[in-house]
């Protein structure tokens, strides 16, 4: 069964630490990708990676970085955590076929409280 | 610039009744379409998908839904719906220009009433 596989479903971190979301997908995909999901929001895209140790700013980076070491690991990261970066955070993953957009896989979630 | 537009943040439907959920979207080039379903506590997971060909597609669970290019709409319909399907429903495209960069829609959260 593929799978992504998100390292915490729940954290709750203080205002100013250091966060890190890892995130591991078996699929061998090409593509990952790192959304908040906040409620009337929908989903939105902070960071994506199309290769090793390649990244390109979403919609949202502010406050976030990411890394992309190995082709199936993607981490999140944020720097200094503040209140307003309390939120659900999902990791995706997709294949690349030509020009053909590969379905998303999802993660189940970290939901992050920043106190 | 691509968007997508969810008309309802929350639709009830009684058990067994006929589940309609919009979706319209803008998009200068060809859209990839896609929705996904989310349960409780979990992430999304694929329902059904347009990229190209038939312009009704079926998914899983006995959801369809119609690409509708006049009409820039992708609904999602269900001809009966079971207790089941109470989730939350997103809508999204793709421009396919190799970014693989999708937009969502703000989601509608479908209850089930028995």
């Known amino acids: 069964d593929v799978k992504v596989t998100q390292s915490s479903r729940y954290l709750v971190k203080r205002t100013g630490e250091k966060v890190f979301l890892e995130c591991v997908q078996d699929?061998?995909?090409?593509?990952m990708f790192w959304y908040r999901q906040d409620p009337g929001l929908g989903l939105r895209l902070i960071y994506f990676?199309?290769?090793?140790?390649?990244?390109e700013k979403g919609d949202i980076p502010e406050g976030y970085s990411v890394s992309r070491e190995k082709k199936e690991r993607f981490s999140l990261i944020l720097e200094s955590a503040s209140t307003n970066q309390t939120s659900m955070y999902l990791c995706?993953?997709?294949?690349?076929?030509?020009?053909?957009?590969?379905?998303?896989?999802f993660g189940e979630g970290s939901r992050l409280t920043v106190l | 610039a691509q968007s997508v537009t969810q008309l309802g943040s929350h639709v009830s439907v009684s058990e067994g009744a006929l589940v309609l959920l919009r979706c319209n979207y803008s998009?200068?080039?060809?859209?990839?379409l896609f929705w996904y379903v989310q349960y409780p506590n979990q992430g999304l997971q694929l329902l059904l998908k347009?990229?190209?060909?038939?312009?009704l597609v079926k998914g899983i669970n006995g959801f369809e839904a119609e690409f509708k290019k006049s009409e820039t709409s992708f609904h999602l319909t269900k001809p009966s719906a079971h207790m089941s399907d109470a989730a939350e429903y997103f809508c999204?495209?793709?421009?396919?220009?190799?970014?693989?960069?999708?937009?969502f829609g703000t989601g509608t959260r479908l209850k089930v009433l028995a």
């Open positions: 995706a993953s997709s294949a690349t076929s030509g020009r053909v957009a590969g379905e998303l896989f």
């Open positions: 699929m061998d995909h090409e593509n």
């Open positions: 347009y990229t190209t060909g038939a312009t």
């Open positions: 999204a495209v793709s421009d396919g220009s190799g970014t693989y960069k999708y937009i």
């Open positions: 998009s200068s080039v060809p859209p990839y």
């Open positions: 990676s199309y290769d090793v140790k390649m990244k």
